[in-house]
């Protein structure tokens, strides 16, 4: 059937929307913090993404049943194509333009409002308003509460550590190809201002003016026999990693269960369609998204984000093992933001206008949903 088909395609654009928004949260705070660049970071999204959504196959079957509707509306509704299909263009479109705009909204938030904008229109009084606030809403309060409250203590607690280890912070001019001179090493000028270079004979190299990226803060000392350094380096890629795959683990789920309706299509091929949707959508689209997560809402170190994707990925993949609807992107935001707390560089306003853009999915979502549910209604697609 025509609306079956259009029911399916819909769906995967709400998968290529949620790549384009999500994909690169898991990794923001690599390339926030210099540690890798953009391309490289969106790669290891995109891989560790892929992975995530390919074992939601097997860990995550409770968010399918969460996502299809079941519980808010009657099942006989829940079953309808017309019902899903404008659950999907409403979640969709709310994604899309979120990103288009470059604000990191959540699906989850942006599917819960579809739902219930389309189930008002479809059921009326029938809505089961207090399972979407006990089965959805709860959740999707307290994940970025939780996130903010156990990342400021969490880095505090790494950075009490680091220092009873002797590992300490340095800052650097780049001279040559592998020379390090500690900042502390150079002579300041109290009344220029600023630190005076050595010279070209007093090192050995010439010394060039590099870009902000440059001047980079290097952890010294050694761990376990490994380079401080190294070692935050390695954790912080892996946290990262480990965000990134509970993202997929988390959202393929919940995008697959607008599919159960699909009789011909079985539930492991959905998921596997759903991944490689997002994946392009990452691939094509994060951007403007990944520049309002990793640039504009704190500064970070390599500690402070290895600090945050830990707190953001435990969250996550709990909440995943316990069918819990939490967004990862407000997981994500909570966290960063909870670095820039502790660190004083939150630039309030970028949070705001996230925290606003937040408000508005919702209702924009549920408005679109209930528009295309009524057109439906009105134009029928057989």
């Not at 969106?42 to 995530?52: D, E, P, S, V, Y």
């Not at 159960?260 to 596997?272: K, N, P, R």
């Not at 490689?276 to 990944?290: D, I, P």
Request: with cysteine.
């Amino acid at each position: 059937m025509l609306v079956i088909a259009l029911l399916f395609l819909t769906t995967l654009f709400v998968a290529y929307a949620n790549g384009a928004n999500d994909n690169f949260k898991g990794v923001a705070t690599l390339f926030g913090s210099n540690a890798a660049s953009y391309r490289s970071a969106l790669a290891l999204a995109t891989i560790t993404t892929l992975a995530g959504a390919i074992c939601s196959v097997y860990f995550a079957e409770a968010l399918v049943h969460a996502f299809s509707g079941k519980g808010l509306v009657p099942d006989a509704v829940a079953a309808s194509p017309d019902f899903l299909l404008a659950v999907a263009a409403g979640a969709g479109a709310t994604v899309f333009l979120a990103t288009l705009l470059g604000f990191p909204v959540s699906t989850t938030h942006a599917l819960i409002g579809a739902l219930a904008g389309t189930g008002f229109v479809a059921v009326g009084s029938q809505l089961n308003l207090s399972y979407l606030a006990s089965g959805f809403f709860a959740p999707l309060l307290l994940g970025p509460a939780l996130a903010v409250l156990l990342t400021i203590p969490f880095y505090r607690a790494l950075r009490s550590l680091s220092g009873r280890l002797g590992i300490k912070r340095e800052s650097c001019v780049c001279v040559g190809a592998q020379q390090f001179i500690p900042i502390r090493q150079l002579q300041y000028n109290a009344n220029l201002q600023q630190y005076t270079m050595p010279t070209p004979a007093a090192v050995g190299v010439d010394i060039s003016v590099g870009t902000k990226n440059d001047c980079v803060e290097r952890y010294n000392g050694r761990l376990f026999g490994v380079t401080a350094q190294g070692l935050v380096n390695g954790l912080h890629h892996l946290s990262a990693g480990s965000v990134s795959f509970a993202r997929g683990l988390n959202d393929t789920p919940k995008i697959v269960g607008l599919l159960l309706v699909v009789d011909a299509l079985h539930i492991e091929l959905g998921m596997l369609a759903i991944a490689a949707a997002m994946a392009v959508g990452g691939l094509l689209n994060a951007r403007k998204v990944a520049v309002t997560m990793s640039k504009k809402i704190a500064r970070m170190n390599d500690g402070q984000a290895l600090a945050a994707n830990m707190v953001t990925g435990m969250l996550v993949i709990l909440a995943s093992r316990y069918g819990l609807p939490v967004s990862t992107t407000h997981v994500a935001v909570g966290a960063i933001s909870g670095i820039g707390l502790a660190n004083g560089s939150a630039d309030k306003s970028v949070v705001g206008g996230i925290l606003a853009s937040w408000l508005l999915t919702l209702p924009v979502a549920a408005a679109i949903g209930a528009l295309i549910y009524g057109l439906l209604g009105v134009f029928p697609v057989s």
